[in-house]
């Protein structure tokens, strides 16, 4: 892997959200230009306001039409698809309808729009490794309820995997303790597919999740598989 031209810009997929406009701002003050996608562009004038090399235009990520026009509207190079989307803004009070393929169709529609570009999706914690199976499975740290959600999550790993060899794609997993509340440090430690339980209560600031993701755009290092980001 090279590092990507430092012109080409970062279309953020879920750009309104907390990961979304972190690794947006994240970008600009790096002087990428930035293609933030929401679903309704009138709700998130603070996407705009970021700054000057931010476009904001509508999209739905699990559209493959929609996200053919974002596309589309592109011109040259595009550097990384970032997928920051989250379907719903806190845990559901049930997952009643919820669909199980929700995430696979997006790293379809990821990967039909690629055209060559870095793909890079935030993951969640409880898909990690653990002694004895993966996060989710023990209902003493994570909750029953919310197994539906994390074996949907499960599904996508499995759906990037089975991607053909020139797929570049990378799942960049932040800890539970995820947090606006902590500080930003311009810094972080990578881990592998497994959960540290010992850094893992320790509080990440999306702003150090956004130096990881776009580290990984300017100076990718590891490709096709799901990684952990610590403080």
């Known amino acids: 892997m090279v590092p990507e031209k430092r012109n080409s810009p970062v279309v953020v997929f879920g750009a309104g959200g ?3 406009l972190a690794i947006v701002a994240e970008a600009l003050r790096r002087g990428r230009p930035v293609l933030g996608v929401v679903r309704d562009p009138a709700r998130h004038s603070e996407i705009s306001a970021l700054g000057d090399d931010v476009a904001v235009v509508a999209g739905d990520l699990t559209d ?18 970032v997928n920051a989307v989250a379907p ?32 890079i999706e935030i993951g969640l914690a409880a ?8 996060m989710f499975e023990d209902p003493a740290v994570f909750p029953a309820f ?32 995820l947090s606006l509340e902590a500080p930003a440090t311009g810094e972080y430690r990578i881990g592998g597919d497994v959960l540290d339980a010992q ?3 320790i509080p990440l600031s999306y ?10 755009i300017d100076q990718p290092t590891i490709s096709r598989q799901q990684v952990s980001v610590y403080r």
């Open 18 to 20: 907390r990961a979304g």
């Open 207 to 216: 702003a150090d999740l956004a130096t990881a993701v776009l580290d990984q």
């Open 127 to 134: 898909t990690l490794r653990t002694g004895s199976g993966r």
């Open 88 to 119: 719903f803004p806190g845990p559901p009070e049930s997952f009643e309808g919820f669909d199980p393929e929700h995430y696979v169709r997006l790293v379809e529609n990821l990967v039909r729009g690629a055209r060559g570009a870095r793909l």
């Open 199 to 201: 850094a893992a209560p």
């Open 64 to 81: 493959s039409d929609s996200v053919a026009a974002v596309l589309a509207g592109v011109s040259g190079e595009v550097a990384a698809l």
């Open 146 to 177: 919310l197994r539906p959600f994390a074996e949907a999550r499960m599904k996508s790993l499995a759906a990037w995997r089975e991607q053909s060899a020139e797929v570049d794609w990378l799942v960049i997993t932040p800890p539970p303790a």
